[in-house]
């Protein structure tokens, strides 16, 4: 039976959440209340019989005494302390607190996850209601017409007398005008309160189709099974409208040319040697990094060793394609954080910029880049290559350490908790919270 230091601390945990003696539970157990003592004090260690004993009479079983908290708990409240440095949690004790309060330590666990997903809610509220080009323009057509209403109504309401044809025109504009905010209010209602979780008719193409490939995982085996590019769009594409089934040509017809130039059967045996890294992947294979990036990104679970996230933007700078990591977030819409090595990658192109990378106000593990921007299309006769930039994102490869100095980046300026940044665009939202 597994047994650990701790299980004296539990098994005093538990007696005294059943308003039990040191003696009586001594008593009962068959050894003297001194013994129990030392064993409560993890000084002796206790197995077999006697631990068997303890538990029956204490109603759990021997597991909860010997095994403690679970490893994923564990995990959870590392990466609680972590969020936030400043607190110097004793990260040394961690077990005995999870051991001796597992309900507390759940608790705590359950709330960093908590505060977690109501951060990325609200970057993706922010980007959504700063980028959206739907709801700013259903803002605008609401001001227009407002203000096309309010202007025919102070005509009215003007002293004199109005000709009888003119009154009857700015009476049918303004029940017009009426007619077109209720429906556009309609509309935008509609709108906010759709179901993330469905497709949205009026939803722009790019987060049609950004919806479905993080449904499909980014990977598409119909493709990798050298079926073509028809059976993915009929499968994945039914509910698409016109303009996102449109863009999803254009990514499936991408895909499919790094399939056929990087099979799996070619790139699987060597990312089991090598690893997820792009630089050697290429020279390896004798393939384009930038290639390699996007099929590394498209790659099944089981045959990554660790998973990556991809970042792909166009020369200006707005992200065309995102496959973000749990530990690096993207926003939905627009530019992301100035100071990612995606955007230095444009101003110095055909070389891959690598190094470690961290995020402002997330887990203090830093993560590994490696960005690259290479023109699109060939030589051209008088005119200048037009570049689109990738960036890759994974754990630190084995053996290196992220420096103790390492900068931190944001995600966007207005969910960046970053209040000194030569790179920052705008107010944030969340650096009042970032000093509490």
């Given at each position: 039976?597994p047994?650990?230091?701790?299980?004296g601390?539990?098994?005093?945990e538990?007696r005294?959440?059943?308003?039990?003696?040191?003696?009586?539970?001594?008593?009962?157990?068959?050894?003297?209340?001194?013994?129990?003592?030392l064993?409560?004090?993890?000084?002796?260690r206790?197995g077999g019989?006697l631990?068997?004993?303890?538990?029956?009479?204490l109603?759990?079983?021997p597991a909860?005494?010997?095994?403690?908290?679970?490893?994923?708990?564990?995990?959870?409240?590392?990466?609680a302390?972590a969020d936030?440095?400043?607190?110097?949690?004793?990260?040394?004790?961690?077990d005995?607190?999870a051991g001796?309060?597992?309900?507390?330590?759940?608790l705590?666990a359950?709330?960093r996850?908590?505060?977690?997903q109501?951060e990325?809610s609200?970057?993706?509220?922010n980007d959504r209601?700063?980028?959206?080009?739907h709801?700013?323009?259903?803002l605008?057509?609401?001001?227009?017409t407002v203000?096309?209403i309010?202007?025919?109504?102070?005509i009215?309401?003007?002293?004199?007398?109005?000709?009888a044809e003119?009154?009857?025109?700015f009476?049918?504009?303004?029940y017009e005008?009426?007619?077109r905010?209720?429906?556009t209010?309609?509309?935008?209602v509609?709108y906010?309160?759709a179901?993330?979780t469905?497709?949205?008719?009026?939803?722009?193409?790019q987060?049609?189709?950004?919806?479905?490939?993080?449904?499909?995982?980014?990977?598409?085996?119909?493709?990798?099974?050298g079926?073509g590019t028809?059976?993915?769009?009929s499968r994945?594409?039914?509910?698409l409208?016109e303009?996102a089934?449109?863009l999803?040509?254009?990514?499936?017809?991408?895909?499919?040319?790094?399939?056929?130039?990087?099979?799996?059967s070619a790139?699987?045996?060597?990312?089991?040697?090598?690893?997820?890294?792009p630089?050697?992947l290429a020279?390896?294979?004798g393939?384009d990094?930038?290639?390699?990036?996007?099929?590394?990104?498209?790659?099944p679970?089981d045959?990554?060793?660790?998973?990556?996230g991809?970042?792909?933007?166009?020369a200006?700078?707005?992200?065309?394609?995102?496959k973000?990591?749990?530990?690096?977030?993207?926003?939905?819409?627009?530019?992301?954080c100035?100071?990612?090595?995606?955007?230095?990658?444009?101003s110095?192109?055909?070389?891959i910029l690598?190094?470690?990378?961290?995020?402002a106000g997330?887990?203090?593990?830093a993560?590994?880049a490696?960005a690259l921007a290479t023109?699109?299309?060939?030589?051209?006769?008088?005119?200048?290559?037009?570049?689109q930039?990738?960036?890759?994102?994974?754990p630190?490869p084995?053996?290196?350490?992220?420096p103790?100095?390492?900068?931190?980046?944001?995600v966007?300026?207005?969910?960046?908790?970053r209040?000194?940044?030569?790179?920052?665009?705008?107010p944030s939202?969340l650096?009042?919270?970032?000093?509490?």
């Amino acid at each position: 039976m597994p047994r650990d230091t701790l299980t004296g601390s539990r098994i005093r945990e538990r007696r005294v959440l059943r308003g039990l003696k040191q003696a009586d539970l001594a008593r009962q157990a068959g050894i003297s209340a001194s013994y129990l003592n030392l064993i409560e004090h993890n000084r002796r260690r206790i197995g077999g019989k006697l631990l068997l004993a303890i538990a029956d009479i204490l109603r759990v079983e021997p597991a909860a005494l010997t095994e403690g908290a679970g490893a994923a708990l564990i995990a959870s409240l590392r990466e609680a302390s972590a969020d936030r440095p400043q607190v110097g949690a004793e990260l040394d004790r961690v077990d005995e607190f999870a051991g001796r309060f597992p309900g507390w330590a759940q608790l705590v666990a359950d709330s960093r996850a908590r505060i977690t997903q109501l951060e990325r809610s609200l970057e993706t509220l922010n980007d959504r209601m700063t980028h959206d080009p739907h709801l700013a323009a259903s803002l605008h057509e609401m001001l227009s017409t407002v203000t096309a209403i309010r202007s025919a109504a102070s005509i009215l309401a003007e002293p004199g007398e109005v000709d009888a044809e003119w009154q009857a025109r700015f009476h049918r504009n303004i029940y017009e005008d009426s007619a077109r905010l209720a429906e556009t209010s309609r509309g935008l209602v509609s709108y906010l309160e759709a179901d993330e979780t469905s497709p949205l008719e009026t939803g722009t193409p790019q987060e049609e189709l950004d919806a479905v490939l993080e449904g499909a995982g980014h990977t598409i085996p119909e493709i990798e099974e050298g079926e073509g590019t028809d059976a993915a769009l009929s499968r994945l594409g039914r509910s698409l409208s016109e303009p996102a089934k449109g863009l999803f040509r254009l990514w499936l017809d991408r895909y499919a040319a790094d399939a056929r130039a990087l099979p799996l059967s070619a790139l699987q045996p060597e990312i089991a040697e090598h690893g997820p890294n792009p630089a050697v992947l290429a020279a390896k294979l004798g393939a384009d990094p930038a290639r390699v990036m996007r099929r590394l990104a498209a790659m099944p679970l089981d045959v990554l060793p660790t998973p990556v996230g991809l970042a792909i933007c166009d020369a200006s700078g707005v992200l065309t394609y995102r496959k973000p990591l749990p530990e690096f977030p993207m926003p939905r819409f627009g530019a992301a954080c100035p100071l990612w090595p995606l955007y230095r990658a444009l101003s110095r192109p055909h070389v891959i910029l690598s190094g470690p990378v961290m995020q402002a106000g997330r887990s203090s593990a830093a993560l590994w880049a490696e960005a690259l921007a290479t023109p699109l299309g060939g030589p051209a006769v008088n005119a200048d290559p037009l570049y689109q930039a990738q960036m890759m994102v994974r754990p630190l490869p084995a053996g290196i350490e992220a420096p103790a100095a390492l900068p931190q980046l944001g995600v966007a300026c207005r969910v960046c908790p970053r209040e000194a940044c030569e790179g920052r665009r705008e107010p944030s939202i969340l650096a009042s919270a970032s000093r509490g």
